[in-house]
């Protein structure tokens, strides 16, 4: 005689609810017979002793109230048991899971990628998928849990809590300006150059802290930039792209191997992070942390 539930009889419980309540439904897509379901079920409902479907009506089938109950808990129950398996198989060396990365659109990221193709090989049960967005994306991203991981300008996530900020080195600022510019054949050009020209940054919804600091920096340089705020990245490149203005970017800024664009370095740096919530349940995030990126993104100097 028969005392103990199956794993089998509450998937096909779990799967016949999920199903609106459809024994034909869920036999299909459990690849069974309908009475190999309905056999399970009542034995399910033998063990716990009540009854889990009101079937009054056979067009209204619906879960009793101690159907809903075991619905509730069984549904956790193989969530739970789904995570559990995910840690143990880490713990006992079958690393598995996915990476969700997003960066700085424009930047080029190739020591990551030779990173995480290095990694993957490593562990390839643990999928790592790469995406480039705005500083809105990144932020928006990291909070909603879109992304477990972000590398970026440090300034981004100062002041905000719940994130593990790991500032990784400074990279080179450059001045980035078209090839069609009125500047652009002079030599020896320096920020000042510029004090006149339209200086190109971001909107404060994309990077709050930029128009601060370059204004900082071309203060000290005896000038007070005149500013002009694009709402990101993409829209500045096309307003240089027409001849006029110019932008503050870090030497990672793919353009700047652009033909159609010119560069001049100048003495100040952006923090890049690698930047994560406290709270990340993603039990692969620390392996991939401490043997690739921790250790392996270099500055392009």
């Known amino acids: ?60 089938v619906k879960l009793t109230p101690a159907g809903k109950l075991f619905y509730e808990f069984f549904s956790k129950y193989r969530e739970e048991l789904k995570k559990i398996t995910d840690e143990a198989k880490v713990l006992d060396g079958q690393k598995t899971g996915e990476i969700s990365i997003i960066c700085l659109s424009g930047w080029d990221m190739l020591d990551l990628l030779s990173a995480i193709k290095l990694f993957c090989e490593k562990y390839p049960n643990i999928s790592v998928k790469i995406s480039a967005g705005g500083f809105r994306a990144i932020k928006s991203g990291l909070l909603n849990n879109q992304y477990d991981l972000a590398v970026t300008d440090s300034n981004q996530f100062h002041g905000l809590s719940n994130f593990s900020i790991h500032e990784h080195y400074r990279v080179p600022c450059i001045i980035l300006f078209s090839s069609g510019h009125h500047l652009a054949g002079k030599e020896n050009l320096c920020i000042t150059d510029f004090k006149d020209d339209t200086l190109f940054i971001p909107s404060e919804d994309e990077n709050p802290h930029i128009r601060q600091i370059l204004e900082s920096y071309c203060t000290s340089k005896g000038f007070l930039p005149r500013f002009e705020t694009l709402p990101n990245l993409e829209s500045i490149l096309l307003a240089l792209q027409n001849g006029y203005g110019y932008a503050i970017a870090d030497q990672w800024v793919r353009e700047k191997e652009n033909p159609n664009f010119n560069y001049i370095p100048i003495d100040m740096f952006f923090t890049i992070a690698v930047v994560w919530k406290e709270d990340n349940g993603n039990r692969a995030l620390p392996l991939f942390l401490k043997t690739c990126v921790l250790n392996s993104i270099s500055p392009k100097l």
């Open 1 to 60: 005689m028969r005392n103990n539930m199956t794993d089998l009889e509450i998937r096909y419980f779990l799967e016949i609810v999920n199903q609106g309540f459809s024994f034909k439904k869920a036999s299909q897509t459990l690849y069974v017979s309908q009475p190999a379901i309905t056999k399970q079920i009542n034995y399910l409902s033998k063990e716990l002793g009540v009854k889990l479907f009101d079937t009054k009506k056979k067009s209204a």
